[in-house]
């Protein structure tokens, strides 16, 4: 299976998915639009097989069901002796700026307790995040320039090679005062 072929499954895996769950809650699209924040058109354009959504709406959609992307598009019987996370896959970018670049790292069937992600922050930028859910705590490893992370009130600065490990339950920041572009590895736990 090539590429494009695994991204078409993926997004047929989607579409019956969200179709499945919706119905095994007895929602209608409109119903499910307004829980999840996505428009009722974009929903009934993934449910045909019409649309492939982002990260971000696969997300809210998630989020709706009460579930992770991860145990969304979960299929059933369906574990691969080897997953792989293409680095040319535009739709692994859960960000991309000229601020900040993530780019997920995990397969998203992954995603229940362990995120991790690829981080680029560009100078002078930062990447501040609302408090996660409680007890969720990051670790992040610079690969290339100095971080400075803060999380509530507390601070440290990284250099290449340095990790840091912190509480994410709270408002935190990782932040690129240097000259060139911060380069690191996210990891996040719940």
Same mark, same amino acid.
């Given at each position: 299976?090539?590429?494009?072929?695994?991204?078409?499954?993926?997004? &047929?895996?989607?579409?019956?998915?969200?179709?499945?769950?919706?119905?095994?809650?007895?929602?209608?699209?409109?119903?499910?639009?307004?829980?999840?924040?996505?428009?009722? #058109?974009?929903?009934? &354009?993934?449910? +045909?097989?019409?649309?492939?959504?982002?990260?971000?709406? !696969?997300?809210?959609?998630?989020?709706?069901?009460?579930?992770?992307?991860?145990?969304?598009?979960? &299929?059933?019987?369906?574990?691969?002796?080897?997953?792989?996370?293409?680095?040319?896959?535009?739709?692994?970018?859960? +960000?991309?700026?000229?601020?900040?670049?993530?780019?997920t790292l995990s397969p998203l069937h992954?995603?229940?307790?362990?995120?991790?992600?690829?981080?680029?922050?560009?100078?002078?930028?930062?990447?501040?995040?609302?408090?996660?859910?409680?007890?969720a705590k990051e670790l992040f490893t610079? !690969?290339?320039? !100095?971080?400075?992370?803060?999380?509530?009130? #507390?601070?440290c600065v990284l250099v290449t090679g340095?990790?840091?490990?912190?509480?994410?339950?709270?408002?935190?920041?990782?932040?690129?005062?240097?000259?060139?572009?911060?380069?690191?590895?996210?990891?996040?736990?719940?």
């Amino acid at each position: 299976m090539n590429i494009e072929d695994e991204s078409d499954y993926a997004g &047929q895996v989607l579409c019956q998915r969200v179709t499945e769950l919706r119905k095994k809650n007895k929602l209608t699209l409109i119903q499910l639009a307004s829980l999840s924040g996505v428009s009722r #058109s974009m929903l009934s &354009q993934i449910e +045909r097989g019409q649309a492939n959504p982002t990260l971000a709406v !696969t997300f809210r959609i998630a989020q709706a069901f009460g579930m992770s992307i991860g145990e969304l598009v979960e &299929q059933a019987g369906n574990n691969p002796i080897i997953d792989v996370v293409h680095g040319e896959d535009p739709s692994n970018l859960f +960000r991309s700026d000229k601020e900040c670049q993530i780019r997920t790292l995990s397969p998203l069937h992954m995603e229940k307790n362990v995120e991790f992600y690829e981080l680029r922050i560009a100078p002078k930028a930062e990447l501040k995040s609302a408090a996660h859910f409680d007890g969720a705590k990051e670790l992040f490893t610079v !690969t290339q320039g !100095t971080a400075k992370i803060q999380s509530s009130d #507390s601070h440290c600065v990284l250099v290449t090679g340095d990790s840091a490990h912190y509480r994410a339950d709270l408002e935190h920041r990782i932040i690129n005062d240097g000259d060139e572009e911060l380069v690191g590895y996210l990891v996040v736990t719940t």
